[in-house]
C-alpha cells in the first residue's frame, strides 16, 4: 500500500514541475545535438551555423564566422518567462545562465571597436521590443584598449521607438579580472536578479571556469517594470577589422543555479491503516 501512495504522490510531483516548466520555459539546455537551431527562435543565420568540427560537449556546437573587410550581424534568441513568443509567467527571482564559448587559434578582434558581443539578456515588452539589457561581452578598444580580453557587462537600454538611450559597464570585482583563453573553451555562468525599476540595487554574478569573477549587488540594469526574458547569443560587428571562428555550446538557462546538488527528495510516510476497497 505505501508503495501504492509513495507512486501517487511521485505523479503529483512530476506533475507540478512540468507544469512549472510549460509556464515558464525554463529550464532551457540545448547542445545542438540535433545538428540545428531547431530549439531557438528565428534569427538571421548568415554565417551561424550549427557544426561538428568542435564542441565543448556532445557531438556539435553553434559555429560563427566573421570575415576580414565586412561586418557582422548574426544570432538566435530564446524567449522566455512572460516574452510575448514564450506566452508564460514573469520571472522576478533571477536567473541562471551557462554556457560554453570559444574563440579559435587567430581570431583577430580588430582595434576599432569598443566590445565583441558574446551572449545578450534583455527584458522585453508586450510589444517585442527590447527596452533594457545586459550584453556579456570581451572588451576590445575601451579605454584605449586598456582592458582588452576582459570578460565584461554592459547594461544598455532603449527608448519605446527602439532607439539607444543610455548605458553603463559592469567589470568583474574579485581577484585578478580574467581574459578569454584563444582556442580555448571558457564554462561561463552568470546570474542576474533584476533590480527594482530605475533603483541600483540589481544583482550580476559572473563565474568563469568555476571561479567567481564578478559580484555587484547595486546594479541598475532595468530602468522599466519589463520582466528578464530572452537570451540570445550571436555576433554583431559594425566594424570591418574583425576575423576570425567563434563557437558556442552546452546553453542552459535556468531559475536555479544548473550546479546546484539537488536535496533527497523525502516522501511523507503513509499510514499504515488505509483500506483498499476492490
Given amino acids: 500500500m505505501k508503495k501504492i501512495v509513495s507512486a501517487f504522490i511521485m505523479v503529483l510531483l512530476a506533475g507540478y514541475s512540468n507544469a512549472a516548466q510549460a509556464a515558464s520555459g525554463l529550464p532551457f539546455r540545448d547542445g545542438f545535438e540535433s545538428g540545428n537551431f531547431s530549439a531557438w527562435a528565428p534569427g538571421r543565420t548568415g554565417g551561424f551555423t550549427v557544426s561538428s568540427s568542435d564542441h565543448y560537449a556532445g557531438s556539435y556546437a553553434a559555429r560563427g564566422v566573421t570575415i576580414m573587410g565586412q561586418t557582422t550581424d548574426y544570432y538566435m534568441d530564446r524567449p522566455f518567462g512572460d516574452h510575448p513568443q514564450a506566452g508564460g509567467i514573469p520571472l522576478d527571482n533571477g536567473v541562471y545562465f551557462k554556457f560554453a564559448h570559444k574563440y579559435d587559434t587567430g581570431f583577430d578582434l580588430g582595434r576599432t571597436q569598443n566590445y565583441n558581443k558574446i551572449f545578450l ?144 527528495i523525502k516522501y511523507p510516510n503513509p499510514p499504515d491503516n488505509i483500506l483498499v476497497v476492490p
Avoid: C
Fill in 121 to 264: 539578456m534583455n527584458f522585453e515588452d508586450p510589444n517585442n521590443l527590447r527596452r533594457d539589457q545586459v550584453i556579456f561581452e570581451t572588451a576590445v578598444n575601451y579605454n584605449n584598449g586598456a582592458r582588452r580580453g576582459e570578460y565584461i557587462f554592459e547594461p544598455t537600454h532603449w527608448n519605446p521607438d527602439g532607439s539607444w538611450l543610455t548605458g553603463s559597464l559592469v567589470f568583474q570585482n574579485v581577484g585578478t579580472p580574467v581574459k578569454y583563453r584563444e582556442g580555448q573553451w571558457d564554462l561561463i555562468k552568470i546570474y542576474m536578479r533584476p533590480n527594482t525599476p530605475n533603483v541600483a540595487n540589481g544583482i550580476i554574478r559572473l563565474w568563469v571556469n568555476g571561479v567567481l569573477k564578478a559580484e555587484h549587488t547595486n546594479v541598475n540594469m532595468r530602468f522599466t517594470s519589463n520582466n528578464l526574458n530572452l537570451a540570445i547569443i550571436g555576433s554583431y560587428v559594425t566594424v570591418t577589422d574583425v576575423a576570425g571562428v567563434r563557437w558556442w555550446d552546452d546553453i542552459q538557462i535556468s531559475e536555479t543555479d544548473p550546479d546546484a546538488v539537488p536535496p533527497a
